[in-house]
C-alpha cells in the first residue's frame, strides 16, 4: 500500500464549477500538507502550504487538512480554464532519522477546465 | 535569476549507455534534489545533497550515481542505462530541508 493515495482522474470539469482534489494517506507521522501544479512538460511548483490540521484559504483556492481521518483536499472556486494541470499533494513528516523532512508525493490528479 | 535549470531536455539512449544529467541553481540553496517521475508513481526521489560535497540515497537510488562537486550544481549519472529507467527527471533546490522545493522543468529521458 502506497504511503500517499491519489486519484489520477482524469478529472473535466466546465469553467466556473468548484473542483474537490483529495489525497489519503497512512503515516500518522506527517505534519505538513503541500499541493504542488504542474503543467504540462513543467516542473512542479508549490500552490499551497499547510501544517497540521485545519484550512488555508488562497484566493480562489483553499487547503483543508483532516489529521484524524488521514484526509486532505485542495477546493479551487471559480476554475478557469488556465487552472488545467496536474495536481499532487505531497507530505512529510518532523520525525528523526533518515525520513526527515523528505517529500512524499501523491500520483497527481489530472485537471481539465474547459470553457 | 533563471531559478532552476536543468540539461538536456531530452535525450535518447540505447541500453548500456551512460550519461549524465546536469541540474543548476542560482539561489545560493544548500539542498538539492533529483527525482524521477514515472505514470501512476508520482514524484520519487532518487539521491538528495544536504550541501557542496555531500550525497545521499532516496527512495529509488539504484543504477543512478549523484555528486555535487560546487553549490550550485548537482549531477545525475546514469552508468549502463536500462530501459526501466525511461522517466522524467527532475531536479529541485530548497534553502533547507523541509523548506520549499523549487523545481526545475525536467529531462525526458527514453531508454531504447
Known amino acids: 500500500q502506497k504511503e500517499v493515495e491519489q486519484d489520477p482522474g482524469p478529472l473535466s470539469v466546465p469553467e466556473g464549477a468548484i473542483v474537490s482534489l483529495n489525497c489519503t494517506y497512512s503515516n500518522s507521522a506527517f505534519q505538513y500538507f503541500m499541493w504542488y501544479r504542474q503543467y504540462s512538460r513543467k516542473g512542479p511548483e508549490l500552490l499551497m502550504y499547510?501544517?497540521?490540521?485545519g484550512n488555508k484559504e488562497d484566493g480562489r483556492f483553499t487547503a483543508q487538512v483532516d489529521k484524524s481521518s488521514k484526509y486532505i483536499s485542495l477546493f479551487i472556486r471559480d476554475s478557469q480554464p488556465s487552472d488545467s494541470a496536474t495536481y499532487l499533494c505531497?507530505?512529510?513528516?518532523?520525525?528523526?532519522?533518515?525520513?526527515?523532512?523528505?517529500?512524499?508525493f501523491g500520483q497527481g490528479t489530472i485537471l481539465t477546465v474547459h470553457p | 535569476n533563471a531559478g532552476v535549470t536543468q540539461t538536456p531536455k531530452f535525450r535518447v539512449l540505447k541500453t548500456g549507455q551512460s550519461m549524465t544529467l546536469l541540474c543548476a541553481q542560482d539561489?545560493?540553496?544548500?539542498?538539492m534534489y533529483w527525482y524521477r517521475q514515472d505514470p501512476g508513481m508520482g514524484l520519487r526521489l532518487i539521491h538528495y545533497?544536504?550541501?557542496?560535497?555531500?550525497?545521499a540515497k532516496g527512495e529509488v537510488p539504484d543504477g543512478y550515481n549523484v555528486s555535487r562537486l560546487k553549490k550550485q550544481n548537482f549531477l545525475l549519472g546514469l552508468e549502463s542505462a536500462a530501459p526501466s529507467q525511461t522517466s522524467v527527471y527532475f531536479c529541485?533546490?530548497?534553502?533547507?530541508?523541509?523548506?520549499?522545493?523549487?523545481f526545475g522543468p525536467g529531462t525526458r529521458l527514453l531508454v531504447l
Open positions: 545533497s544536504v550541501g557542496e560535497g555531500t550525497t
Open positions: 539561489m545560493n540553496h544548500e539542498y
Open positions: 529541485a533546490s530548497g534553502r533547507g530541508i523541509g523548506e520549499t522545493q523549487y
Open positions: 499547510t501544517y497540521s490540521s
Open positions: 505531497a507530505m512529510r513528516n518532523n520525525a528523526g532519522g533518515t525520513s526527515y523532512g523528505k517529500l512524499t
